[in-house]
T-cell receptor
Framework: EPEVTQTPSHQVTQMGQEVILRCVPISNHLYFYWYRQILGQKVEFLVSFYNNEISEKSEIFDDQFSVERPDGSNFTLKIRSTKLEDSAMYFC?????????????FGEGSWLTVV | QKEVEQNSGPLSVPEGAIASLNCTYSDRGSQSFFWYRQYSGKSPELIMFIYSNGDKEDGRFTAQLNKASQYVSLLIRDSQPSDSATYLCAVPRFIGFGNEKLTFGTGTRLTIIP
Protein backbone atom coordinates (compact mmCIF):
# COMPACT_ATOMS: atom_id res chain seq x y z
CA GLU A 1 0.00 0.00 0.00
CA PRO A 2 1.38 3.43 -0.86
CA GLU A 3 2.47 5.47 2.11
CA VAL A 4 3.64 8.90 3.13
CA THR A 5 7.27 8.80 4.21
CA GLN A 6 8.97 11.27 6.53
CA THR A 7 12.53 12.00 7.49
CA PRO A 8 14.09 12.25 9.96
CA SER A 9 12.14 10.11 12.37
CA HIS A 10 13.70 11.97 15.28
CA GLN A 11 15.75 15.13 15.47
CA VAL A 12 17.26 16.93 18.42
CA THR A 13 18.19 20.54 17.83
CA GLN A 14 19.34 23.49 19.86
CA MET A 15 17.02 26.42 20.41
CA GLY A 16 17.44 29.00 17.69
CA GLN A 17 18.61 26.55 15.07
CA GLU A 18 16.86 25.96 11.76
CA VAL A 19 15.20 22.63 11.14
CA ILE A 20 13.89 21.11 7.93
CA LEU A 21 11.50 18.19 8.08
CA ARG A 22 11.05 16.25 4.88
CA CYS A 23 8.13 14.32 3.49
CA VAL A 24 7.41 12.32 0.37
CA PRO A 25 3.64 12.30 -0.15
CA ILE A 26 1.85 9.54 -2.02
CA SER A 27 2.68 9.99 -5.68
CA ASN A 28 -0.75 10.74 -7.19
CA HIS A 29 -1.88 12.96 -4.34
CA LEU A 30 -2.48 16.65 -4.90
CA TYR A 31 -3.11 18.01 -1.39
CA PHE A 32 -0.43 18.13 1.25
CA TYR A 33 -0.57 18.98 4.91
CA TRP A 34 1.47 19.36 8.04
CA TYR A 35 -0.02 18.63 11.44
CA ARG A 36 1.72 18.57 14.79
CA GLN A 37 1.10 16.93 18.14
CA ILE A 38 2.74 18.17 21.29
CA LEU A 39 3.29 15.29 23.73
CA GLY A 40 0.04 14.45 25.49
CA GLN A 41 -2.00 16.92 23.46
CA LYS A 42 -4.25 16.73 20.44
CA VAL A 43 -3.24 16.64 16.81
CA GLU A 44 -3.32 20.19 15.41
CA PHE A 45 -3.49 21.43 11.85
CA LEU A 46 -0.59 23.62 10.75
CA VAL A 47 -0.86 24.17 7.02
CA SER A 48 -2.27 22.83 3.79
CA PHE A 49 -0.63 23.12 0.38
CA TYR A 50 -2.15 22.75 -3.05
CA ASN A 51 -1.03 23.71 -6.53
CA ASN A 52 2.32 24.95 -5.22
CA GLU A 53 0.91 27.38 -2.74
CA ILE A 54 -0.42 27.50 0.79
CA SER A 55 -4.19 27.16 0.79
CA GLU A 56 -4.70 27.53 4.53
CA LYS A 57 -2.56 27.97 7.61
CA SER A 58 -3.35 27.99 11.29
CA GLU A 59 -2.41 30.63 13.83
CA ILE A 60 0.41 28.32 14.95
CA PHE A 61 2.01 28.64 11.51
CA ASP A 62 3.69 31.99 12.05
CA ASP A 63 6.56 33.63 10.18
CA GLN A 64 9.12 31.19 11.50
CA PHE A 65 7.44 28.36 9.61
CA SER A 66 7.53 27.80 5.87
CA VAL A 67 6.68 24.99 3.49
CA GLU A 68 8.04 24.15 0.10
CA ARG A 69 7.69 21.59 -2.62
CA PRO A 70 11.18 21.86 -4.10
CA ASP A 71 10.65 19.15 -6.69
CA GLY A 72 7.95 16.78 -7.87
CA SER A 73 8.16 14.46 -4.90
CA ASN A 74 9.31 16.19 -1.72
CA PHE A 75 7.34 18.44 0.60
CA THR A 76 9.25 20.19 3.37
CA LEU A 77 8.50 22.06 6.55
CA LYS A 78 11.12 24.53 7.70
CA ILE A 79 11.27 26.07 11.13
CA ARG A 80 13.68 28.99 10.93
CA SER A 81 14.57 29.59 14.55
CA THR A 82 13.33 26.82 16.79
CA LYS A 83 11.87 27.44 20.23
CA LEU A 84 11.44 25.03 23.11
CA GLU A 85 7.69 24.99 22.49
CA ASP A 86 8.25 23.69 18.97
CA SER A 87 9.10 20.31 20.47
CA ALA A 88 6.44 18.00 19.09
CA MET A 89 5.70 15.22 16.65
CA TYR A 90 5.19 16.65 13.18
CA PHE A 91 3.01 14.68 10.81
CA CYS A 92 3.00 15.12 7.08
CA UNK A 93 -0.17 14.05 5.31
CA UNK A 94 -1.54 13.90 1.81
CA UNK A 95 -4.81 13.25 0.02
CA UNK A 96 -5.79 12.59 -3.54
CA UNK A 97 -8.46 15.25 -3.50
CA UNK A 98 -9.96 17.63 -0.99
CA UNK A 99 -13.48 16.27 -1.24
CA UNK A 100 -15.32 15.16 1.86
CA UNK A 101 -14.66 11.55 2.60
CA UNK A 102 -11.37 11.50 0.77
CA UNK A 103 -8.86 9.78 2.98
CA UNK A 104 -6.03 11.83 4.39
CA UNK A 105 -3.00 9.59 4.80
CA PHE A 106 -0.54 10.41 7.55
CA GLY A 107 3.16 9.72 7.60
CA GLU A 108 4.79 8.12 10.63
CA GLY A 109 5.89 11.48 11.94
CA SER A 110 9.09 13.28 12.83
CA TRP A 111 9.82 13.78 16.49
CA LEU A 112 11.42 17.17 17.03
CA THR A 113 13.08 17.87 20.35
CA VAL A 114 14.34 21.40 20.93
CA VAL A 115 16.83 21.74 23.78
CA GLN B 1 -17.06 25.30 23.77
CA LYS B 2 -14.42 23.12 22.16
CA GLU B 3 -15.02 22.22 18.53
CA VAL B 4 -14.59 18.50 19.10
CA GLU B 5 -14.86 16.96 22.56
CA GLN B 6 -14.00 13.51 23.77
CA ASN B 7 -13.58 11.96 27.18
CA SER B 8 -9.85 11.47 27.62
CA GLY B 9 -10.31 8.23 29.51
CA PRO B 10 -8.66 5.96 30.19
CA LEU B 11 -11.44 3.57 29.29
CA SER B 12 -10.82 -0.02 30.34
CA VAL B 13 -12.80 -2.81 28.71
CA PRO B 14 -12.43 -6.59 29.17
CA GLU B 15 -11.31 -8.58 26.17
CA GLY B 16 -14.28 -9.72 24.12
CA ALA B 17 -16.59 -6.97 25.36
CA ILE B 18 -17.91 -3.95 23.46
CA ALA B 19 -15.97 -0.71 23.75
CA SER B 20 -17.99 2.46 23.28
CA LEU B 21 -16.25 5.74 22.45
CA ASN B 22 -18.05 9.05 22.22
CA CYS B 23 -17.49 12.39 20.57
CA THR B 24 -19.50 15.61 20.46
CA TYR B 25 -18.97 18.52 18.11
CA SER B 26 -20.01 22.14 18.21
CA ASP B 27 -20.52 23.09 14.55
CA ARG B 28 -24.03 22.15 13.44
CA GLY B 29 -22.92 22.54 9.85
CA SER B 30 -20.43 19.67 10.09
CA GLN B 31 -21.30 17.03 7.56
CA SER B 32 -18.79 14.24 8.01
CA PHE B 33 -16.77 12.65 10.75
CA PHE B 34 -13.69 10.51 11.02
CA TRP B 35 -12.46 8.07 13.62
CA TYR B 36 -8.71 7.54 13.79
CA ARG B 37 -6.73 5.12 15.92
CA GLN B 38 -3.35 6.20 17.27
CA TYR B 39 -0.92 3.87 18.96
CA SER B 40 1.54 5.50 21.32
CA GLY B 41 4.24 7.35 19.40
CA LYS B 42 2.65 6.54 16.05
CA SER B 43 0.61 8.42 13.48
CA PRO B 44 -3.19 8.51 13.26
CA GLU B 45 -4.67 5.67 11.25
CA LEU B 46 -8.13 6.01 9.71
CA ILE B 47 -10.68 3.49 10.96
CA MET B 48 -14.06 4.83 9.91
CA PHE B 49 -15.69 7.68 8.05
CA ILE B 50 -19.38 8.53 8.43
CA TYR B 51 -21.56 11.30 7.01
CA SER B 52 -25.11 9.96 7.20
CA ASN B 53 -27.24 9.78 10.30
CA GLY B 54 -27.46 6.28 11.69
CA ASP B 55 -24.98 3.44 11.82
CA LYS B 56 -22.13 2.41 9.58
CA GLU B 57 -20.49 -0.95 10.13
CA ASP B 58 -17.07 -2.17 9.06
CA GLY B 59 -16.01 -5.48 10.53
CA ARG B 60 -15.88 -5.17 14.31
CA PHE B 61 -16.30 -1.39 14.15
CA THR B 62 -19.57 0.53 14.04
CA ALA B 63 -19.77 4.30 13.78
CA GLN B 64 -22.98 5.99 14.88
CA LEU B 65 -23.96 9.52 13.96
CA ASN B 66 -26.73 11.68 15.38
CA LYS B 67 -26.58 15.12 13.80
CA ALA B 68 -29.52 16.46 15.82
CA SER B 69 -27.62 15.75 19.03
CA GLN B 70 -24.23 16.60 17.46
CA TYR B 71 -22.92 13.29 18.62
CA VAL B 72 -20.83 10.60 16.96
CA SER B 73 -19.70 7.36 18.53
CA LEU B 74 -17.55 4.36 17.74
CA LEU B 75 -18.35 0.87 18.94
CA ILE B 76 -15.74 -1.86 18.89
CA ARG B 77 -17.20 -5.34 19.21
CA ASP B 78 -15.24 -8.36 20.48
CA SER B 79 -12.48 -6.08 21.78
CA GLN B 80 -8.96 -7.39 21.39
CA PRO B 81 -5.78 -6.38 23.23
CA SER B 82 -4.53 -4.99 19.91
CA ASP B 83 -7.38 -2.46 20.05
CA SER B 84 -5.64 -0.77 22.99
CA ALA B 85 -4.84 2.68 21.63
CA THR B 86 -6.04 6.27 21.65
CA TYR B 87 -9.07 6.87 19.46
CA LEU B 88 -9.35 10.27 17.84
CA CYS B 89 -12.53 11.84 16.58
CA ALA B 90 -11.92 14.31 13.74
CA VAL B 91 -14.19 16.73 11.92
CA PRO B 92 -13.21 18.10 8.50
CA ARG B 93 -13.79 21.76 7.73
CA PHE B 94 -13.79 23.21 4.26
CA ILE B 95 -10.94 25.67 3.77
CA GLY B 96 -11.19 26.49 0.09
CA PHE B 97 -9.58 25.23 -3.11
CA GLY B 98 -11.74 22.13 -2.69
CA ASN B 99 -9.75 21.34 0.41
CA GLU B 100 -10.49 20.45 4.00
CA LYS B 101 -8.58 20.47 7.26
CA LEU B 102 -9.20 18.12 10.15
CA THR B 103 -10.01 19.31 13.65
CA PHE B 104 -9.20 16.57 16.14
CA GLY B 105 -10.51 15.88 19.58
CA THR B 106 -8.07 15.14 22.36
CA GLY B 107 -8.71 11.42 21.99
CA THR B 108 -9.92 8.66 24.31
CA ARG B 109 -7.32 6.22 25.58
CA LEU B 110 -8.72 2.69 25.43
CA THR B 111 -7.20 -0.26 27.25
CA ILE B 112 -8.42 -3.79 26.59
CA ILE B 113 -7.86 -6.02 29.59
CA PRO B 114 -7.01 -9.64 28.69
Amino acid sequence: EPEVTQTPSHQVTQMGQEVILRCVPISNHLYFYWYRQILGQKVEFLVSFYNNEISEKSEIFDDQFSVERPDGSNFTLKIRSTKLEDSAMYFCASSESGRTGNTIYFGEGSWLTVV
Amino acid sequence: QKEVEQNSGPLSVPEGAIASLNCTYSDRGSQSFFWYRQYSGKSPELIMFIYSNGDKEDGRFTAQLNKASQYVSLLIRDSQPSDSATYLCAVPRFIGFGNEKLTFGTGTRLTIIP
